[in-house]
């Protein structure tokens, strides 16, 4: 019997949801200002109680690529009391097989800029039943890379 070693596969994009070609996505995370979302839901973790879960959405622009950033911070007790915020994890729609832990500097932004919003929902339902947008609307395919402007123009004029 020998020791199977998995390895996991390398992180790319996805064939379905092509971006940028120089793509690096820790410079992508560094470059994502989380004061300027798109979107920003809370969930409550089913069975938990005061567990939350918030999603955070922005883009930035790589290569003529408009690239959406997600980030994940998690809620652990009532937000309402002292909102015991800490890191989930930040993924790039349709940039497989990456993801790392929220860094605090952005947990500590989305609780400075969420945090009353969350405290709002929480008090109406605590529940949150089916998670409630806190800011924005959900971007849809718009989560997968695509061209910015200049992109557009170049392809457009090529």
């Given at each position: ?14 064939p ?8 690096n996505?820790?410079?992508a ?17 089913v ?46 729609p ?65």
């Amino acid at each position: 019997g020998g020791v199977v070693v998995v390895v996991p596969p390398p992180a790319g994009w996805n064939p379905a949801h092509p971006g940028p070609d120089h793509f690096n996505p820790v410079a992508a995370l560094a470059a994502a200002d989380f004061n300027h979302c798109v979107y920003v839901k809370a969930a409550r973790a089913v069975g938990q109680a005061w567990r939350y879960t918030l999603y955070a959405y922005t883009y930035i622009e790589v290569d003529d690529y408009n690239v959406c950033v997600v980030a994940h911070a998690h809620i652990a007790n009532n937000p309402a009391v002292n909102g015991d915020w800490r890191p989930g994890n930040v993924f790039i729609p349709g940039y497989d097989n990456w993801s790392v832990a929220t860094p605090g500097a952005v947990v500590t932004t989305l609780r400075n800029q969420y945090q009353a919003a969350l405290v709002g929902a929480v008090g109406v339902d605590p529940l949150l039943p089916g998670g409630v947008d806190l800011f924005g609307a959900f971007p849809g395919n718009d989560r997968y890379p695509f061209p910015s402007l200049a992109r557009a123009f170049e392809v457009l004029f090529a």
